[in-house]
């Protein structure tokens, strides 16, 4: 790839996958089990990232899966990805999961979720990908809250990366208590 790429919209890298939940991906309460969904979620991350990139790439984090509603069995799942923000050789992928009871036309959000993806070259190192074109308000909007959701995400390892550090006793009980644990008299 040349050093000086040609910035590609939004548009051009979103992808939706679809799938109809069949009874071998339920768990044991009968619901679609979570894992199953991430799976489906790190390809339609993976797809977008590679649209964009024009380059094989990898799951470096995923942020925030909050599994909002149960899918059920039977269920049309929709998971739609889009480029939300790129860096040198990273992108963050948003992407939407949807169910639609195809029986009732009820459709639900079940999830919103971050990957961030990293592009690799044919030396299996990090390669540059495209810059991202913003071309709607919804674009940049995005692209912001990336941005934000990176330095917040970098505040709060630096906190739990010091509390590891100083293993404050003092903070340690102040933070612990009114919760429901008991300390050990081990670790006293």
Request: with cysteine; charged share 25%.
């Amino acid at each position: 790839m040349s050093a000086f790429l040609s910035a590609r919209p939004a548009s051009f890298s979103r992808v939706t996958i679809t799938e109809l939940m069949i009874p071998s991906f339920a768990n044991f309460g009968g619901k679609i089990h979570g894992g199953i969904l991430l799976s489906m979620m790190d390809k339609v991350a993976y797809t977008a990232a590679t649209k964009h990139s024009g380059a094989y790439c990898v799951t470096v984090s995923v942020d925030t899966v909050d599994f909002l509603q149960p899918v059920e069995v039977g269920e049309l799942v929709s998971l739609k990805a889009s480029v939300n923000h790129v860096g040198n050789s990273s992108m963050i992928i948003g992407i939407k999961v949807i169910s639609e009871n195809v029986k009732t036309a009820v459709v639900k959000h079940t999830n919103t979720c971050y990957f961030t993806m990293v592009a690799k070259g044919e030396d299996d190192k990090p390669t540059p990908v495209p810059p991202l074109l913003l071309e709607t308000r919804t674009d940049v909007r995005r692209f912001v809250e990336a941005i934000k959701r990176k330095k917040y995400k970098s505040e709060y390892g630096a906190i739990l990366k010091e509390l590891k550090r100083t293993w404050d006793q003092e903070v340690i009980s102040t933070l612990l208590k009114d919760q429901r644990c008991e300390i050990s008299m081990d670790i006293k």
